[in-house]
T-cell receptor
Framework: DVKVTQSSRYLVKRTGEKVFLECVQD?????MFWYRQDPGLGLRLIYF???????EKGDIPEGYSVSREKKERFSLILESASTNQTSMYLC????????????FGPGTRLTVL | AQSVTQLDSQVPVFEEAPVELRCNYSSSVSVYLFWYVQYPNQGLQLLLKYLSGSTLVKGINGFEAEFNKSQTSFHLRKPSVHISDTAEYFC?????????????FGAGTRLTVKP
C-alpha cells in the first residue's frame, strides 16, 4: 500500500515564526502536492513537484515555499507564519501523468496564534 | 480549466436509509472523475474513480457512482448507510490529458448518519 506520512498531526506556532511541514512517500512517486483545506472551500493546491528540485505554483502559493531535495520528501515552508495560514495542510503523491489518482497523508492541522 | 460543484454542503440521514451525494463538473475537455472520503482527523482516501468504460462505477464500502456525460454529473450513492459512513466526501476531476496536477476538488459534502 502507498503510504504518505506527514511529520506532525497538530502544530501550534506564533505569528512571524518560520514553519516547516514535512511529507514523505514510500512508493517512488514522481509527483507530490501540498494542499490547504478550509471549510467550505475544499482543497486548494499550494505547490506541486513533478521531479526532484522541480516545483510549480498552484492556485494559492503566496506566503509559502517548497523544497524537494529527494524524491520521497516534499517540504512546505511558511517563511513568516500569519494567522490567516491557520488551516489543515494535506500532502499527496501520485505516479506519472496518467490516471490522476492521488494518495494523501493524514494532514497537519496548523494553528498560528 | 475544470471546476466541480457539490450541491449539498451537509446531508443528514438516518442509519439504513439510502443516500445520494451530488456532484456536477464543468470542463472543456474529457475528464477523469473521483470521489474521495475523509473520516474525522484523517486524510483523504479514494472511494472510487471513473476513467472510461461502464458509466456505473462501484467503489469501496458499498458506494457507487454514475457518470452522466450529458448532465456533466457524477453522483455518489449508497442504498443503505451505516453510522461509520459519517465523513466528508469530496468529488474531484482531472483532465484526460495533461498533468494530473490539475485536479480540482469540490467544496465537500458532510454526511452525517444518525441512529
Amino acid at each position: 500500500d502507498v503510504k504518505v506520512t506527514q511529520s506532525s498531526r497538530y502544530l501550534v506556532k506564533r505569528t512571524g515564526e518560520k514553519v516547516f511541514l514535512e511529507c514523505v512517500q514510500d512508493m517512488d512517486h514522481e509527483n507530490m502536492f501540498w494542499y490547504r483545506q478550509d471549510p467550505g472551500l475544499g482543497l486548494r493546491l499550494i505547490y506541486f513537484s513533478y521531479d526532484v528540485k522541480m516545483k510549480e505554483k498552484g492556485d494559492i502559493p503566496e506566503g509559502y515555499s517548497v523544497s524537494r531535495e529527494k524524491k520521497e520528501r516534499f517540504s512546505l515552508i511558511l517563511e513568516s507564519a500569519s494567522t490567516n495560514q491557520t488551516s489543515m495542510y494535506l500532502c499527496a503523491s501520485s505516479q506519472g501523468q496518467w490516471l490522476g489518482e492521488q494518495f494523501f497523508g493524514p494532514g497537519t492541522r496548523l494553528t498560528v496564534l | 480549466a475544470q471546476s466541480v460543484t457539490q450541491l449539498d454542503s451537509q446531508v443528514p440521514v438516518f442509519e439504513e436509509a439510502p443516500v445520494e451525494l451530488r456532484c456536477n463538473y464543468s470542463s472543456s475537455v474529457s475528464v477523469y472523475l473521483f470521489w474521495y472520503v475523509q473520516y474525522p482527523n484523517q486524510g483523504l482516501q479514494l472511494l472510487l474513480k471513473y476513467l472510461s468504460g461502464s458509466t456505473l462505477v462501484k467503489g469501496i464500502n458499498g458506494f457507487e457512482a454514475e457518470f452522466n456525460k450529458s448532465q456533466t454529473s457524477f453522483h455518489l450513492r449508497k442504498p443503505s448507510v451505516h453510522i461509520s459512513d459519517t465523513a466528508e466526501y469530496f468529488c474531484a476531476v482531472t483532465p484526460l490529458r495533461g498533468n494530473n496536477n490539475d485536479m480540482r476538488f469540490g467544496a465537500g459534502t458532510r454526511l452525517t448518519v444518525k441512529p
